[in-house]
């Protein structure tokens, strides 16, 4: 499949565990913020966002956090199973702007057995 | 429904010529944006049509253009093809409707692989 990112900052967690992965945002203005999961040879497949009017948002297994003040979003993955590796983005929008989003560099998680 | 489908998945071209990318995008959805993919970049915006009309556009040069039917369907274009424009390049359907949030959420397809020479 296709090298999503050579040097991308590599999480490795053992299968059971929770994962927390780290994303720092670029733009205060920014007002809506999602979470893709990328698998090698597919396109970034949609997991959970928010809107910056909310800081907690929980969807099946994951929970998205985001502090604005520091400009900072997190992926809490509960339960890590070996179909959760893959590379995961952070990507941030404003919502009157249209389809318009700004990717974060990505983190690869690896699921040890 | 079906996904997005993006054509052709593989491609290598040389340097200087020019490559048409195409994507179809969700029945009903009306925005296709274009990103480029590398190692060393990420993934990087390149331009939003919603309605025939580019409605946002990335900091890429002039040798990338694209353009969007009546039918929702967009090509992507790039002119003069560089060696540095080898990259995977994903294509994503979303409703796009400004001010609704949820409406922003994008499909992506599997991406097209340009490889110049």
């Known amino acids: 499949g296709e090298s999503v990112g050579l040097h991308l900052p590599t999480l490795s967690v053992q299968e059971g565990d929770n994962s927390i992965i780290n994303c720092a945002y670029s733009?205060?203005?920014?007002?809506?913020f999602i979470w893709y999961k990328q698998e090698s040879g597919k396109g970034p497949q949609f997991i959970i966002d928010?809107?910056?009017?909310?800081d907690k948002r929980q969807g099946q297994r994951v929970t998205v956090l985001l502090n604005k003040t520091v400009k900072h979003l997190s992926l809490q993955i509960a339960a890590t199973q070996p179909g959760d590796s893959a590379v995961y983005f952070c990507?941030?929008?404003?919502?009157?702007?249209?389809?318009?989003?700004?990717f974060g560099p990505g983190t690869r998680l690896s699921v040890l057995p | 429904k079906a996904g997005v489908t993006q054509t052709p998945r593989y491609l290598i071209k040389t340097r200087g010529q020019q490559v048409t990318l195409s994507c179809s995008p969700i029945?009903?959805?009306?925005?296709v944006s274009w990103y480029q993919q590398t190692p060393g970049q990420g993934l990087q915006f390149l331009f939003e049509y919603f309605s025939e009309t580019q409605r946002n556009k990335g900091n890429f040069p002039g040798r990338f253009s694209g353009r969007q039917f009546s039918n929702s369907r967009s090509e992507m274009n790039v002119s003069t093809l560089e060696l540095g424009d080898s990259a995977l390049y994903l294509c994503?359907?979303?409703?796009?409707?400004?001010?609704?949030?949820?409406?922003?959420?994008?499909?992506f397809g599997q991406g097209t692989r340009l490889t110049v020479v």
């Open positions: 990507a941030e929008n404003r919502v009157n702007y249209g389809q318009n989003f700004v």
């Open positions: 928010i809107r910056s009017n909310m």
């Open positions: 733009n205060s203005a920014s007002d809506y």
């Open positions: 994503a359907s979303s409703l796009a409707l400004k001010g609704t949030p949820a409406s922003l959420e994008a499909f």
């Open positions: 029945s009903g959805h009306r925005s």
